[in-house]
């Protein structure tokens, strides 16, 4: 029984982080296409506030999945190799513009639209991961044995969209309960038809899982079919409430029925084709790790969740309530005060660090290769392979990262980015 428990935790993981981590990739996705800055600047500011507690869950899944289903770790993650490992690039650039872009002044474009496609890249490969799993991956005695396209099928394709659109929808009830003025009526207007997008997707994924999902799925069983009934009508019953929630208030009321539906929506999906987690037929019971890793693992992360949730809920707690943007401080000179107006009005010296393109241009070809450079020593020293590099060169390497990391601090404080008073002011 406990690698039942184990896939509960992954399924408690998973539904956790498609929950939380989908509205903010649907808010970014969104931000594609609004023009105006100053939303694209809020949406930005809104998201930076969760979105690495957000997407603990993911990890705590890899944990759960790697030690309590490694016959499904060892399937699925060389089936679906080539989207996933895009996911994780995405998301590893999504956080980058997300911290670059609430540090600037004002909204940098090009930050906005890392972010905008980098959470659009991560949402597709999601979709495509999910698609190629229920589309069935080749595989005997626990391993994969197929080939390295064999995630892309039509039906992982049909996955990728009805995933966008059901982060879309989460993005737009997000917004509706956290901001106010445009882009509160925005999300308004937006709701009603993601809805009806999502529930066509809803109908094509749900019909053509009898198509794709190599397994037989036995709704004929009295058990599986009630079960599978009843989480449908509930997220029909939630999407309703959610229809009629969008552009009215309370403004918490889509969120919460977009979470519903979404949670029965994966209910109706387990209640489907449980106990086979990988189609055609490998089970929970065979893809199960022995006794005694189980039960490690379940003590282990039934101490993780509790600190995994508090700090989310603490998280939620502190930025509670609508978000506004702080009103930009401005001074009006006095008429006598010449010199000071002259002064405002010389133009700002470039920071040191600001060049021309082209020294723009080398720097970030250096930042790449050096980013290059630290996942070939990590694999090469963690992987027992010492080849490219030994112990001298790592120590070179962290030294050398280190005073560069200082040198930055130091230009930093000299500017006065440090002096949180003097920028107040």
Same mark, same amino acid.
């Given at each position: ?332 000179? +006095? ?67 280190? +005073? ?22």
């Amino acid at each position: 029984m406990l690698e039942y428990a184990s896939y509960a935790l992954v399924l408690l993981a998973l539904g956790a982080y498609v929950l939380l981590d989908g509205y903010d990739l649907g808010i970014g996705i969104l931000s594609l296409f609004d023009r105006s800055d100053q939303r694209r600047k809020e949406y930005n500011e809104l998201i930076a506030t969760a979105w690495d507690a957000n997407e603990s869950w993911i990890i705590l899944a890899g944990v759960v999945l790697w030690a309590g289903l490694p016959g499904v770790y060892a399937t699925v993650l060389p089936g679906v190799y080539l989207p996933l490992i895009v996911m994780l690039l995405a998301i590893v650039l999504r956080g980058t513009a997300i911290e670059l872009q609430s540090a600037a002044p004002g909204y940098r474009r090009g930050w906005g639209l890392v972010f905008g496609i980098s959470s659009l890249v991560a949402t597709v490969c999601q979709g495509l991961v999910v698609g190629g799993v229920l589309s069935g991956l080749p595989h005997r005695g626990g391993v994969f044995t197929g080939g390295t396209w064999d995630w892309l099928t039509p039906y992982s394709v049909l996955c990728a969209l009805g995933i966008v659109a059901v982060h879309l929808l989460a993005g737009a009830a997000w917004l509706q309960d956290k901001t106010t003025g445009t882009a509160h009526e925005r999300a308004g207007r937006l709701g009603r038809p993601l809805i009806l997008t999502v529930a066509v997707a809803g109908l094509v994924l749900g019909f053509g899982l009898r198509l794709a999902d190599p397994q037989h799925l036995r709704f004929d069983q009295p058990l599986r079919a009630t079960l599978f009934g009843l989480a449908v009508a509930v997220a029909v019953v939630c999407a309703a409430i959610a229809w009629y929630g969008f552009g009215r208030r309370p403004d918490w009321r889509p969120f919460a029925a977009v979470a519903g539906t979404e949670a029965a929506g994966l209910l109706a999906l387990v209640a489907a084709t449980a106990p086979v987690v990988v189609p055609p037929d490998l089970t929970v019971h065979a893809a199960a790790g022995p006794h005694g890793s189980q039960l490690f693992l379940l003590i282990g992360v039934g101490g993780c969740i509790p600190v995994v949730l508090s700090y989310n809920i603490y998280a939620w707690w502190v930025f509670r309530g609508k978000f506004a943007q702080p009103p930009a401080h401005t001074e009006a000179a +006095a008429p006598s005060d010449t010199g000071a107006a002259a002064a405002r009005a010389v133009p700002a010296t470039p920071a040191a660090g600001d060049g021309p393109w082209a020294a723009v241009a080398a720097r970030r070809v250096l930042l790449t290769l050096l980013a290059v450079a630290v996942t070939a020593v990590s694999q090469d020293v963690f992987g027992g392979v010492r080849v490219w590099i030994g112990p001298v060169g790592v120590a070179l390497f962290a030294m050398t990262a280190l +005073a560069g990391w200082i040198r930055s601090d130091r230009r930093s404080a000299a500017a006065g980015e440090f002096d949180l008073q003097a920028a107040d002011k």
